[in-house]
């Protein structure tokens, strides 16, 4: 089953340009790095009417969000345990390194 939903994300982005400006004010790139400030309602007025316009305009960055979304509501249930200690490793390393990158 999580092929097919891997397969169906693939295909959602094939072929798109996510960099390309849809509206003159905001690109894929910047709202994908304003995602989860969206979905917190943390954005200003301004912010979240710029990021709503491209989202009714962009179908890329509209499954992106309903991925997000998904991810988020699937991973709020989830406890620590429920996590094999190899992949809690892993993960744990992972963010250390991307934490450390960007800096």
Request: a negative charge.
């Amino acid at each position: 089953m999580t092929h097919r939903w891997i397969e169906w994300i693939k295909s959602k982005w094939s072929g798109s340009k996510p960099d390309v400006p849809m509206s003159p004010m905001i690109t894929c790139r910047q709202v994908i790095e304003l995602l989860s400030d969206y979905i917190n309602r943390e954005l200003s007025p301004e912010d979240k009417t710029e990021l709503d316009q491209h989202l009714q305009g962009c179908q890329n960055c509209g499954t992106f969000l309903y991925t997000l979304r998904q991810s988020v509501d699937l991973l709020k249930d989830l406890k620590e345990e429920d996590i094999p200690e190899e992949v809690n490793a892993r993960l744990r390393n992972f963010l250390r390194s991307k934490i450390q990158s960007e800096k």
